[in-house]
Structures are given as structure tokens and as C-alpha cells.
């Protein structure tokens, strides 16, 4: 057992008892409330317990140092083969990352991104200013791109005047680049064709287009509070293929709404509800408070 994790045993599974592994689960806790642990937990007592392995799930997270911290708690309770960490993007691990990297690998590759050069070049190749003047400076062409992310990520089409109006930082592009939007994403897609390349938004929409799933029975996405239209999408879908699915997250914890993100996805769900109402964080006295206020 690693020093600092607590053996699986001795986690406390909160609605084990009416909601038991091999049922589908939506876990909804604030910060500290073990949201993480509560969804490894479930799937190492599955493993341990009933007749799946590591090579049955899939589990999507938002950032690479939770994924690797969740392999690492799963080696730590013999889910994992110490030796499967050297190389966690092959073998049954391969499917347990950040959602992007898992979206990638279930179609075997989208393409590479596109970095900071191209999308400098391909503006600056329309005398669209690229580079920042000042370390508070938007400029046209770094705007233009926000745009097309937003776009591209709330399912929105840039050619469309009624969608382009929906994008937040479209008003200050206007101030600064009066020329077509529109045309400007039609050409990046081109742009991209000739570079071979890919936007990090399509590594999500691959897998949506080309109706792959991972082929595993089990789905866990962590922080699904933080999901934006794409995100979503592809979480249902990959769900409806799925046997059991446990979804984590915090209506009331979203902080990607700049992006697009909101708790209307974690909430349409239709899943049993286990509410986790202890902390591991914060003082009980600030924790009293905080859910009095929240309810």
C-alpha cells in the first residue's frame, strides 16, 4: 500500500448500501468531499468483487495530474500493475486520462494540434496582429481564435450570423478586426488541411463523427460540473454504450462558464443521486455554513 492512501477497505462508500458498484451513480459533492476517491472506490470494489477488470473501463477527467493521481490510487489498491504506470497510454490503462486524450486514442488518432506558430502564421498571413503588445493586450488575432474555440466548443457555427452573435468575446473582435468572421473559420479549416492538423476541440468531436466508443462497459467522468456542449455530447453518447456509469461532480462548483460550461449537463443526467455530505477538507464549523447557505 502507498504511503498517504488509505487501503480500499477502509473507504467509507457512501450509498454502497442502496446504490451497490455495479449500478449506475451520479455523485454529487462540494470541493473535499471525496468525489475522486468515492468514484475509484467503486470501481476497484468492481474489479475486486465481481467479474470486470481494468480493461473494462474508461474513466475521462479534466486534467492530466488527476488522472495520474487516480492511476496511481488504483495501483495502490492492486487494481493497476505497478509495471502498467511506465507507459499509462497503452495497455488496459490507456482509457483511464483526460477526456481529450481518451477521445483521442478511442479513434487511433486524430492528428496532431495546431500550436501557438500556426495559428500566429495563419493570422499574420491575413494582416490580423497576433502578437501581444503588452502582457494585458488582446490582440485581433488571439481574439479571432478565442472566438473559433468558443465556437467550436458550444457547438456553434461562425458562418451562421444568429450563432456568432452567441459568442461572448465576438464584440471585442468587432472593436478591433471588422473583417469577416465567418470566412476567417472557413480558411483556418483549410488552413489546417494543408498543415494537417488538428484544433485540441477536435480530438472531442472525432470520436462523435465517426460513432467510435471505447468498447468498455464501465464509464466514470470526474468533474463533470465543468462540461461545455462537445464535452457533453460525447459523454452521453459514450454512456448510452456503456453498462454502468458513474458521473461526479458539483452543480455548484462550475468555473468554466466563460467557456461554455454549465451544471445543466451534470444535472440531466438521469441517474440515482448519492449525495456526499462529508468533508475532508475544511473545518465542520465552515462546512456547517457553507451547506446551510448553499441549501
Known amino acids: 500500500m502507498s504511503d498517504g492512501v488509505i487501503p480500499l477497505d477502509d473507504v467509507e462508500i457512501t450509498g454502497i448500501e442502496t446504490h451497490p458498484p455495479t449500478e449506475s451513480v451520479k455523485l454529487y459533492g462540494p470541493p473535499g468531499t471525496g468525489k475522486?476517491?468515492?468514484?475509484?472506490?467503486?470501481?476497484?470494489?468492481?474489479?475486486?468483487?465481481?467479474?470486470?477488470?481494468?480493461?473494462?473501463?474508461?474513466?475521462?477527467?479534466?486534467?492530466?495530474s488527476l488522472a495520474t493521481e487516480t492511476l496511481a490510487r488504483l495501483a495502490a489498491w492492486d487494481v493497476i500493475e505497478p509495471r502498467q504506470l511506465t507507459d499509462p497510454s497503452k495497455g488496459p490503462t490507456r482509457y483511464l486520462s483526460t477526456f481529450h486524450a481518451v477521445a483521442n486514442?478511442?479513434?487511433?488518432?486524430?492528428?496532431?494540434?495546431?500550436?501557438?506558430?500556426?495559428?500566429?502564421?495563419?493570422?499574420?498571413?491575413?494582416?490580423?496582429?497576433?502578437?501581444?503588445?503588452?502582457p494585458w493586450d488582446e490582440?485581433?488575432?488571439?481574439?479571432?481564435?478565442?472566438?473559433?474555440?468558443?465556437?467550436?466548443?458550444?457547438?456553434?457555427?461562425?458562418?451562421?450570423?444568429?450563432?456568432?452573435?452567441?459568442?461572448p468575446k465576438v464584440s471585442d473582435l468587432r472593436e478591433k478586426w471588422q473583417g469577416d468572421i465567418g470566412a476567417a473559420w472557413s480558411d483556418w479549416q483549410d488552413y489546417k488541411r494543408v498543415v494537417d492538423k488538428i484544433d485540441y476541440w477536435e480530438m472531442l468531436a472525432a470520436p462523435l463523427r465517426q460513432n467510435v466508443t471505447p468498447g468498455r462497459d464501465v464509464l466514470v467522468i470526474d468533474?463533470?460540473?465543468?462540461?461545455?456542449?462537445?464535452?457533453?455530447?460525447?459523454?452521453?453518447?459514450?454512456?448510452?454504450?456503456?453498462?454502468?456509469?458513474?458521473?461526479?461532480?458539483?452543480?455548484?462548483?462550475?468555473?468554466?462558464?466563460?467557456?461554455?460550461?454549465?451544471?445543466?449537463?451534470?444535472?440531466?443526467f438521469?441517474?440515482?443521486?448519492?449525495?456526499l455530505d462529508k468533508t475532508y477538507r475544511v473545518?465542520?464549523?465552515?462546512?456547517g455554513v457553507a451547506s446551510r447557505l448553499l441549501a
Not at 486524430?110 to 494582416?127: I, L, M, Q, S, W
Not at 473545518?283 to 462546512?287: D, G, T, V
Open 36 to 64: 475522486t476517491t468515492q468514484s475509484a472506490a467503486r470501481v476497484a470494489r468492481l474489479i475486486r468483487d465481481y467479474d470486470y477488470n481494468l480493461a473494462d473501463v474508461t474513466w475521462c477527467t479534466y486534467r492530466r
Open 105 to 134: 486514442r478511442a479513434v487511433g488518432g486524430a492528428g496532431d494540434p495546431v500550436g501557438y506558430g500556426d495559428k500566429k502564421d495563419f493570422a499574420e498571413k491575413r494582416n490580423i496582429r497576433f502578437s501581444k503588445r503588452n
Open 139 to 167: 490582440p485581433p488575432g488571439q481574439l479571432l481564435f478565442d472566438v473559433f474555440q468558443y465556437a467550436a466548443n458550444n457547438r456553434l457555427d461562425p458562418t451562421d450570423a444568429a450563432d456568432l452573435n452567441k459568442i
Open 223 to 268: 468533474e463533470y460540473h465543468d462540461a461545455y456542449p462537445l464535452m457533453a455530447a460525447l459523454a452521453e453518447y459514450w454512456a448510452d454504450a456503456a453498462e454502468i456509469v458513474i458521473v461526479a461532480g458539483d452543480p455548484n462548483q462550475v468555473v468554466n462558464n466563460y467557456a461554455g460550461a454549465s451544471p445543466e449537463y451534470f444535472e440531466r
Open 270 to 275: 438521469d441517474l440515482p443521486e448519492v449525495l
Open 283 to 287: 473545518p465542520f464549523e465552515h462546512w
